[in-house]
């Protein structure tokens, strides 16, 4: 065990929060370990929306870059933040167990905005899209930045409240007392999930990180994952998928959705099938949803979304 393992991340409170833990289980397992934080274009210009960047992947490029060049050995991700093909050269080495996969909102003490008209943020399409479904009359202004900028930005406008994603908040306990819990809300594929990738090539790391692995988070981000992948969204589309498993009757109950960008057409699936069924569960129930009128809403998204 005498190779130092170097863990590239992005540089933000939770990302280094999330390389640390990765880290200290390692540590615990007798690696050595080496902690190296990169900044990502998706850090750096926060000006814009992430769909007008036009790629999906910005806050992994600059990791996988550094992975390549040997800069580092692998690097941590929030899942829901990594394309669902991955790089030539680099593979999926672990998934942590899956954290709370809730959005919730963050509010200012007054709800009385959520049964008359209201202004919240985020800068997540998906969110955008779920929240005007619900809430027609209200406004939805952009919000990027890292977890504790967004929250300043909160503090410092005049909005009713912003979403976030709760594991998000509660990893670095900036969980406020005044949020609701949006369980109506579906979560981005993948939510609540660590990603460990490495270089395909390096044994020594795959067999390490693959004792964090766990199989349950394993499967469930696949099918919602594979979900995503097959309506052929980025990580900018309204698209949301959660995936479950139930250990009493051995059953994965899922639930996907696709959105128009204002919310006014909705295609929703509901499926549970039993465990040995998880390989195609998220490609049946998105190719479900395309022939059910999905296929032209993904057309119009993709020409919306270029412009």
Request: proline letters at 3%.
């Amino acid at each position: 065990m005498s190779k130092t393992i170097k863990i590239g991340t992005r540089d933000s409170e939770l990302a280094l929060w999330q390389a640390n833990t990765v880290s200290k289980k390692l540590n615990d397992l007798g690696y050595k370990t080496e902690i190296v934080p990169v900044k990502s274009d998706g850090d750096i210009i926060l000006d814009k929306p992430l769909y007008e960047l036009g790629i999906t992947g910005i806050f992994t490029k600059t990791l996988d870059v550094a992975m390549i060049s040997g800069k580092v050995d692998i690097a941590v991700h929030s899942m829901k933040d990594v394309p669902t093909a991955l790089p030539q050269g680099i593979v999926q080495a672990a998934v942590l167990q899956r954290a709370n996969v809730l959005d919730l909102l963050v509010h200012k003490g007054d709800t009385d905005f959520l049964n008359s008209n209201g202004t919240i943020a985020t800068g997540s399409l998906r969110r955008k899209a779920q929240w005007l479904n619900k809430y027609p009359t209200h406004k939805v202004e952009d919000l990027r930045g890292n977890v504790n900028t967004r929250m300043q930005k909160l503090k410092d406008n005049n909005w009713n409240g912003a979403i976030f994603a709760a594991a998000g908040l509660e990893r670095i306990n900036l969980k406020p007392s005044e949020f609701i819990n949006l369980d109506w809300m579906i979560p981005a594929p993948a939510q609540g999930a660590m990603l460990v990738v490495a270089m395909e090539n390096d044994n020594f790391v795959l067999d390490a990180v693959a004792q964090l692995n766990d199989i349950e988070s394993e499967i469930t981000t696949y099918i919602e994952r594979q979900f995503l992948r097959t309506l052929e969204g980025g990580c900018t589309a309204p698209i949301g998928a959660i995936a479950k498993y139930n250990e009493h009757d051995d059953t994965l109950h899922f639930k996907g959705i696709l959105l128009s960008l204002d919310g006014k057409q909705k295609f929703e699936i509901e499926k549970t099938v039993p465990i040995n069924e998880w390989k195609k569960l998220g490609f049946y129930a998105a190719k479900e949803i395309l022939e059910n009128g999905g296929e032209a809403l993904m057309k119009e998204l993709k020409e919306q979304l270029k412009k």
